[in-house]
């Protein structure tokens, strides 16, 4: 059972700083696309940052240049490094990934959800 276990996240002050992890367990061959997404009180979940296999990365407008996503693949793990954070970054954020697995009758492939974690801007 492939299972994306998220953390870092919490309280934190306008300007200042938080990273994200997500660590995926389970019977897996191969992890493809990873993803960040944030759901703010009220508002449909909304993609923050992809990045590739092999590292390419893109961003949404309003966390360019704030947020840097970046994979361990050793370690099944990726990252959010969230820098400047505006009161308007506040809202749960997901890990999501396009994941192989390894079945008994051959190989899977679907995305996974974490559980989420919570990032709040606020003085």
């Known amino acids: 059972q492939v299972q994306l276990v998220e953390s870092g996240g919490g309280l934190v002050q306008p300007g200042g700083s938080l990273r994200l992890s997500c660590t995926v367990s389970g019977t897996i061959d191969t992890i493809n696309n990873m993803y960040w997404y944030y759901q703010a009180p009220g508002k449909q979940r909304e993609l923050v940052a992809s990045i590739t296999s092999s590292g390419t990365t893109d961003y949404a407008d309003s966390v360019r240049g704030r947020f840097t996503i970046s994979r361990d693949n050793a370690a099944k793990t990726i990252f959010l490094q969230m820098n400047n954070l505006k009161p308007e970054d506040t809202a749960v954020y997901y890990c999501?990934?396009?994941?192989?697995?390894?079945?008994?009758w051959g190989y899977g492939r679907r995305e996974y959800w974490g559980q989420g974690t919570q990032v709040t801007v606020s003085l």
């Open positions: 999501n990934a396009d994941i192989r697995t390894i079945e008994s």
